[in-house]
């Protein structure tokens, strides 16, 4: 009878639980205001942590040592160190702090998972799967419409997007937004196949699968496109080899960093960045690239410092532009690349440290039921190819939106566990 008493209550908690409100309105708002993934991230930590302690579970097994978790604690101390010499020491702390925290609250979120009985978890995933439906529906509202509603309400938005308020925002301008809709792809995928009925399954998949790839393909961030067609790929033939793909990709990750020197190099001698082809995007990439990997060369072993790229950038006025050239030869205010960033910033120490953790990381999706391996596969591949072609490695809202990409699917994989 205790026992009856016991589960009626643990679904009371659940009927009136908060968690399910903050999986949907995470992806939701996030996909509309990409700088409050800081937000989010403990939030959902928190949520998960609340229910696996009401749940009965041990807060000491919240956050579990493994050999990811440690790697990743070494990359933040070691970035921490580099404060001694960075640029801006301030600016180094403070990267340093932002991945100790977002890396302790991510595993937290994870562990507190593990805690909760996956019949707990479903609704909080399908939750988690409307919201990044919504998200990507809103996005592609705002590409059709010119950003339309940011424009709209841009005045009252103004403390979280300054910018907002003194000009329309263009389609260019949504370049965050889709990113975050792309990185809720494969979760949300994942969480759908607890639907029942194939029929049921495969409709709602596919309408998910529309919401997300619409506005990814109509949108101008070239560096999604690019993640949403290799992370395809390699869902694809995770289904075939799903062993084989992940030590591939953690493989591919460490390669990442022994070739981004020489490729970049081989590229900018190629005259890849006079090509009348080739993206003006692309081209300035090029150009930023081989010009770090020369700054890169000149500190190798312990690089310039966490976030020094911006401090040590040379004064635009001051920069070398040759005829033909889209861009100055210039660093920029990072790289385009966690791989080259790395080497400029942390030197041939950092690049060990990351490429391992994130190693680590990716092998253990072998860890998982093989029917979740490709949904994994495909998320870690939508992360490396971001991050060889976008973003500084060091922006708060896309530490945090990893964070959140990882709880994600450990909230999908966790919510299909066998009883």
């Keep these: 009878m205790s026992d009856a008493v016991g589960l009626e209550r643990n679904r009371t908690l659940d009927r009136s639980s908060l968690v399910p409100l903050v999986c949907f309105l995470s992806p939701l708002v996030t996909s509309a205001v990409p700088r409050l993934t800081w937000l989010f991230l403990p939030l959902l930590a928190l949520s998960f942590a609340v229910a696996a302690l009401r749940g009965g579970g041990d807060w000491r097994r919240l956050i579990k040592p493994n050999a990811a978790l440690i790697a990743m604690l070494l990359v933040t101390g070691y970035t921490l160190l580099s404060a001694v010499w960075a640029a801006n020491p301030a600016a180094a702390i403070g990267k340093g702090a932002l991945l100790f925290f977002a890396t302790l609250i991510t595993f937290a979120a994870i562990g507190a998972l593990a805690e909760v009985d996956a019949e707990r978890l479903r609704r909080p995933a399908l939750a988690f799967a409307a919201g990044a439906f919504l998200g990507g529906l809103f996005i592609l509202f705002e590409l059709l419409t010119d950003a339309a509603l940011a424009r709209a309400f841009g005045s009252l938005i103004a403390w979280l997007k300054p910018a907002a308020a003194q000009q329309a925002i263009h389609g260019s301008k949504l370049n965050q937004n889709v990113a975050i809709v792309m990185f809720n792809l494969w979760s949300g995928l994942l969480a759908l196949q607890m639907l029942e009925g194939r029929r049921r399954r495969a409709v709602a998949s596919f309408l998910f699968a529309l919401a997300i790839a619409v506005p990814v393909l109509l949108s101008y961030h070239q560096s999604s496109q690019f993640a949403l067609l ?172 990893v964070g959140l990409m990882a709880v994600y699917l450990r909230l999908a994989v966790a919510a299909r566990r066998k009883s």
């Design 230 to 401: 290799l992370s395809v790929f390699v869902f694809l033939l995770a289904q075939l080899w799903p062993k084989a793909v992940v030590r591939t990709l953690a493989a591919v990750w460490c390669l990442g960093f022994a070739l981004v020197l020489p490729l970049s190099f081989a590229a900018y001698n190629a005259d890849l960045h006079l090509a009348s082809w080739m993206p003006s995007s692309f081209k300035a990439r090029i150009i930023i690239w081989e010009y770090t990997a020369e700054r890169a060369l000149e500190r190798p072993w312990i690089g310039i410092g966490a976030r020094s790229t911006r401090g040590l950038r040379q004064a635009e006025d001051l920069a070398e532009k040759p005829e033909g050239f889209v861009l100055s030869r210039n660093t920029g205010i990072h790289a385009h690349n966690v791989f080259l960033q790395s080497w400029y910033e942390l030197g041939l120490v950092g690049v060990i440290l990351i490429a391992f953790a994130s190693a680590m990381i990716a092998l253990r999706i072998s860890l998982l039921p093989l029917e979740v391996v490709p949904f994994a596969g495909a998320t870690f591949t939508t992360f490396l190819a971001t991050a060889s072609v976008a973003w500084g490695m060091w922006q708060t809202w896309l530490i945090c939106a």
